[in-house]
């Protein structure tokens, strides 16, 4: 109910993957009439006034959708669904939860939130997901750490690694400087405001492309009002067939998020696809990371505008280390983590279901 249409896991991943399986495919999405892309129907739940309206009557309208489709599987996407599970339990549909983010963590830094519910309301959506997991056949996770919080027996890793067969060519823009890329969410969590500072800092000339939306109006001015944000260059939200070609046509991809709990374990979707276009990679320095991404990437406080700084100079000016780096990047993405060799164990979840 939250994901756009054309959400890079669910359709492009997952959707597809599954259609190409021979399944019959259809997302339940926040539209008002049905529509069709790449052969999958789009199934109308209509719009949401906001969090509260989409929470209360989200459900009741999922309800009616499975009702007209009668699936034998549902396959969810968003923690305000996870009750259909208890629901639908006596029915003979197949159902699996599939864990995109760490709510219970999320909710911890949740701005709309009074701060004084935010501990309480955390450990009680835990609470609450536990266990409506009990009524799902199969969950799907995105990292180990939140797989570990589910029946091993029903639970998966799906990690959401880049599409091989989206990778792009690069073209060439005539672009003198050093080329860096950010693309996700503008958020202050996410550390664009040091990363902007970073810019102004270098001490060689380097441009800044950011993709995505930002989180407010007020940290976008914030930002704008940077020393580095006349290096920058903003495109806004962009597809996925989009966002690629930007990565192509960059030299380094950048994903300094601050050390948070949702994001010390987490497995950032956006360095994997930088890396699947050979670029290097400067990352927050999170042990977790340092363990998946060695060899790949450089590892700053993301917090300290003057260690990114000063990171973007070493790989300017060591063309060797870019080379190696960039080696490592290609042969990781291209022989192991890329969605094609991961979606067999989307297939396989399937098919163990629904097995007579």
Same mark, same amino acid.
């Given at each position: 109910?939250?994901?756009? !249409?054309?959400? #890079? =896991? !669910?359709?492009?991943?997952?959707?597809i993957s599954l259609k190409n399986e021979g399944y019959d495919v259809a997302i339940a999405a926040p539209i008002i009439t049905e529509e069709q892309h790449d052969n999958i129907k789009y199934l109308p739940l209509g719009t949401f006034s906001g969090r509260l309206n989409r929470l209360m009557s989200g459900w009741r309208r999922a309800l009616k959708v499975i009702g007209e489709f009668k699936p034998d599987v549902i396959h969810i996407h968003d923690p305000e669904l996870v009750g259909l599970g208890f629901l639908l339990r006596k029915k003979q549909i197949k159902l699996i939860y599939d864990v995109h983010e760490d709510l219970p963590k999320q909710l911890l830094y949740k701005s709309w939130i009074p701060l004084v519910i935010r501990w309480p309301l955390s450990r009680i959506v835990r609470a609450f997901e536990s266990f409506s997991s009990k009524y799902f056949h199969g969950i799907l996770t995105v990292t180990n750490e939140i797989a570990n919080r589910f029946e091993p027996s029903k639970t998966d890793l799906l990690r959401n690694l880049p599409l091989l067969s989206l990778k792009k060519d690069r073209k060439t823009e005539g672009h003198k400087n050093l080329r860096l890329i950010y693309a996700g969410g503008l958020t202050r969590l996410r550390g664009i405001r040091e990363l902007i500072q970073a810019v102004s800092l270098s001490n060689q000339p380097v441009n800044l492309v950011l993709v995505g939306k930002w989180e407010s109006d007020e940290f976008r001015k914030q930002c704008e009002s940077e020393n580095g944000f006349e290096n920058c260059k903003y495109l806004g939200y962009m597809n996925m067939d989009e966002v690629y070609q930007e990565i192509a046509n960059s030299d380094v991809g950048i994903a300094t998020l601050y050390p948070i709990r949702n994001y010390l374990e987490s497995l950032p979707v956006k360095a994997f696809e930088y890396m699947l276009h050979g670029l290097p990679v400067i990352m927050s320095d999170f042990d977790y990371w340092k363990s998946q991404f060695r060899g790949a990437a450089l590892f700053v406080d993301s917090m300290n505008p003057g260690e990114i700084a000063k990171t973007i100079d070493n790989l !300017? &000016? #060591?063309? #060797?280390? =870019?080379? &190696?780096?960039? &080696?490592r990047a290609l042969a990781l993405t291209t022989n192991e983590l890329n969605w094609e060799r991961e979606s067999q164990k989307l297939l396989e979840m399937y098919h163990k279901i629904l097995e007579p």
């Amino acid at each position: 109910m939250v994901h756009p !249409i054309l959400d #890079n =896991r !669910i359709h492009y991943k997952e959707c597809i993957s599954l259609k190409n399986e021979g399944y019959d495919v259809a997302i339940a999405a926040p539209i008002i009439t049905e529509e069709q892309h790449d052969n999958i129907k789009y199934l109308p739940l209509g719009t949401f006034s906001g969090r509260l309206n989409r929470l209360m009557s989200g459900w009741r309208r999922a309800l009616k959708v499975i009702g007209e489709f009668k699936p034998d599987v549902i396959h969810i996407h968003d923690p305000e669904l996870v009750g259909l599970g208890f629901l639908l339990r006596k029915k003979q549909i197949k159902l699996i939860y599939d864990v995109h983010e760490d709510l219970p963590k999320q909710l911890l830094y949740k701005s709309w939130i009074p701060l004084v519910i935010r501990w309480p309301l955390s450990r009680i959506v835990r609470a609450f997901e536990s266990f409506s997991s009990k009524y799902f056949h199969g969950i799907l996770t995105v990292t180990n750490e939140i797989a570990n919080r589910f029946e091993p027996s029903k639970t998966d890793l799906l990690r959401n690694l880049p599409l091989l067969s989206l990778k792009k060519d690069r073209k060439t823009e005539g672009h003198k400087n050093l080329r860096l890329i950010y693309a996700g969410g503008l958020t202050r969590l996410r550390g664009i405001r040091e990363l902007i500072q970073a810019v102004s800092l270098s001490n060689q000339p380097v441009n800044l492309v950011l993709v995505g939306k930002w989180e407010s109006d007020e940290f976008r001015k914030q930002c704008e009002s940077e020393n580095g944000f006349e290096n920058c260059k903003y495109l806004g939200y962009m597809n996925m067939d989009e966002v690629y070609q930007e990565i192509a046509n960059s030299d380094v991809g950048i994903a300094t998020l601050y050390p948070i709990r949702n994001y010390l374990e987490s497995l950032p979707v956006k360095a994997f696809e930088y890396m699947l276009h050979g670029l290097p990679v400067i990352m927050s320095d999170f042990d977790y990371w340092k363990s998946q991404f060695r060899g790949a990437a450089l590892f700053v406080d993301s917090m300290n505008p003057g260690e990114i700084a000063k990171t973007i100079d070493n790989l !300017i &000016e #060591n063309q #060797n280390l =870019r080379h &190696e780096l960039s &080696e490592r990047a290609l042969a990781l993405t291209t022989n192991e983590l890329n969605w094609e060799r991961e979606s067999q164990k989307l297939l396989e979840m399937y098919h163990k279901i629904l097995e007579p």
